[in-house]
């Protein structure tokens, strides 16, 4: 079977990889990409690496951008995008995951017309049951906020095209969840995303996420983006609970002594103000998404 993409296409791609502390795996991932499409731009972000990532990494082939101390992985795509020399963005992981064999198929999809694809990992793919229920939990949530199937919301392998992606690194975290915020904001600018089935490797060496700490920081993070996205999706239900809790408690409080709370009158005061907070923000995030921002 022939490879769709050409090398005149190729030519107009950056592979971007963060890495922090990867010495053990970032020569063998250059190198692989380096022998599959030796023209590409390999640009290696070293987040402030104690170990020799930089110098592995150049030896292996690859541009590297060193920060002088470590500011996080979303901070690392920040620097690799502003970078990158392509017109298109592959963001990979260092540690061995991804495989370069998926590229081409992921540039396929993007020269069929789409800004955003992702590699969405299969089952086996993830590094543990808990954090395979977790993805799963975040895909269901932010499915439902965005009104699109979300197959996998925190995969870190992806093609971009460049210029839409910059427009939103004022948004992106500094940690480990770039790919939360950078796909729901596509979608909230109305902007193409597609997902393509990978299998994803066991990484090289020791993760550096922690499961409770970023799993919180995740969710939190995908309720901040909601709220950018479509807000009264997280008001209105937030208004109807207060609404009938109000009326529950006004019901109980007529019936068994025929009168009206301060309790009840604070819940619907309550469920009116957080509906129309839900409203106003609306408002701001359609000015704030319209074009030419």
Do not use: C
């Not at 599959?36 to 292996?60: H, M, N, R, Y």
């Not at 992106?172 to 915020?181: A, C, M």
């Not at 025929?258 to 509906?275: D, K, P």
């Amino acid at each position: 079977m022939t490879n769709p993409v050409s090398k005149t296409d190729l030519a107009q791609v950056s592979i971007v990889l963060p890495a922090k502390n990867e010495v053990d795996a970032v020569g063998q991932t250059v190198t692989k990409i380096r022998q599959q499409f030796p023209e590409i731009q390999i640009l290696v972000v070293d987040d402030g690496s104690s170990d020799g990532t930089a110098k592995t990494a150049i030896s292996a082939g690859a541009q590297v951008v060193r920060h002088p101390y470590s500011k996080g992985n979303g901070a690392a795509i920040k620097t690799g995008a502003r970078a990158a020399a392509g017109e298109i963005i592959v963001f990979m992981d260092a540690d061995g995951q991804h495989d370069p064999a998926d590229i081409p198929r992921l540039l396929e999809k993007i020269h069929q017309g789409h800004d955003m694809v992702v590699g969405a990992r299969q089952k086996g793919s993830q590094a543990s049951v808990g954090r395979g229920l977790a993805n799963g939990f975040y895909n269901r949530l932010a499915s439902w906020m965005t009104g699109h199937p979300i197959a996998d919301l925190t995969s870190g392998f992806r093609a971009v095209r460049t210029a839409k992606f910059r427009e939103f690194l004022y948004l992106l975290p500094n940690g480990f969840s770039y790919p939360t915020t950078s796909t729901m904001a596509f979608f909230r600018a109305g902007y193409s995303v597609a997902y393509l089935p990978i299998h994803a490797s066991q990484r090289i060496g020791k993760s550096h996420i922690h499961l409770l700490k970023d799993g919180t920081r995740f969710l939190l993070i995908i309720f901040k983006i909601g709220t950018l996205f479509s807000p009264l999706k997280i008001f209105a239900p937030i208004a109807s609970i207060m609404f009938i809790l109000a009326s529950g408690w006004y019901l109980y409080t007529y019936l068994s002594g025929n009168r009206f709370t301060n309790m009840s009158a604070l819940l619907y005061s309550g469920s009116v103000l957080i509906f129309l907070l839900g409203l106003i923000s609306e408002q701001i995030t359609a000015l704030m998404y319209k074009d030419g921002k």
